[in-house]
Nanobody, 121 residues
Framework: QVQLVESGGGLAQPGGSLRLSCAAS????????MSWARQAPGKGLEWVSA????????YYADSMKGRFTISRDNAKNTMYLQKDNLKPEDTAQYYC??????????????WGKGTLVTVSA
């Protein structure tokens, strides 16, 4: 049974940083790409970033480029999202997802329950 558990959310000030983690279990982690998505209050789901199974390829939404860094530790079955220079518009519930294949561009078939990030002075 696939389990994805996000952590690391909380309150941050504008310009601050947070590091989200996604602990995975129930599948062979290093065989699959992984992704982050977010949903701001009153808005739809937005793709944030994705990383291939071998770490060679990454994707970032335009608004996150240069501020967010996705990474993974296949030995620890964990994916990360380092978020720097946070803005109030980054306030959202952040979800990790398991991709269908080793490609970061593939669809997603499992989701975590999310972790809330609030950016406010």
């Amino acid at each position: 049974q696939v389990q994805l558990v996000e952590s690391g959310g909380g309150l941050a000030q504008p310009g601050g940083s947070l590091r989200l983690s996604c602990a995975a279990s129930g599948f062979t982690f290093n065989n699959y790409a992984m992704s982050w998505a977010r949903q701001a209050p009153g808005k739809g789901l937005e793709w944030v970033s994705a990383i291939s199974s071998d770490v060679r390829n990454t994707y970032y939404a335009d608004s996150m480029k240069g501020r967010f860094t996705i990474s993974r530790d296949n030995a620890k079955n964990t994916m990360y999202l380092q978020k720097d220079n946070l803005k109030p518009e980054d306030t959202a519930q952040y979800y990790c997802a398991k991709n269908l294949t080793n490609s970061y561009a593939s669809g997603k078939d499992s989701w975590g329950k999310g972790t809330l990030v609030t950016v406010s002075a």
